[in-house]
Nanobody
Framework: QVQLVEAGGGLVQVGDSLRLSCAAS????????MGWFRQSPGKEREFVATISRGGLSFGYAGFVKDRFTISRDNAKNTLYLQMNTLKPEDTAVYYCGASQVQTTQPGLYDYWGQGTQVTVSS
């Protein structure tokens, strides 16, 4: 059973940056493709970014391309999401997930963290 714990969220201003992390325990992160998703009140969980097991293949939602960067350090069992030039519409709870396949579909993820709140104030 893999446990995922996100950290790094907070309240920031428009244009600021944040770096989210997702620490894994109870399993080896390199066995999984990983993804970041976000969810706002009243909305479904939406795909943000994904990364392959080895960290060489990436995928991003159109709305975050060139602003967000997903990365992983398998030696530290940790996933990251660097978020730059944040906008008010980026406000959401951000979740990391682990999957057997690299995918944008949340239903195919086996494990989820509890989420970390990101609030971007104008």
């Amino acid at each position: 059973q893999v446990q995922l714990v996100e950290a790094g969220g907070g309240l920031v201003q428009v244009g600021d940056s944040l770096r989210l992390s997702c620490a894994a325990s109870g399993g080896t992160l390199s066995n999984y493709a990983m993804g970041w998703f976000r969810q706002s009140p009243g909305k479904e969980r939406e795909f943000v970014a994904t990364i392959s097991r080895g960290g060489l293949s990436f995928g991003y939602a159109g709305f975050v391309k060139d602003r967000f960067t997903i990365s992983r350090d398998n030696a530290k069992n940790t996933l990251y999401l660097q978020m730059n030039t944040l906008k008010p519409e980026d406000t959401a709870v951000y979740y990391c997930g682990a999957s057997q396949v690299q995918t944008t579909q949340p239903g195919l993820y086996d494990y989820w963290g509890q989420g970390t709140q990101v609030t971007v104030s104008s």
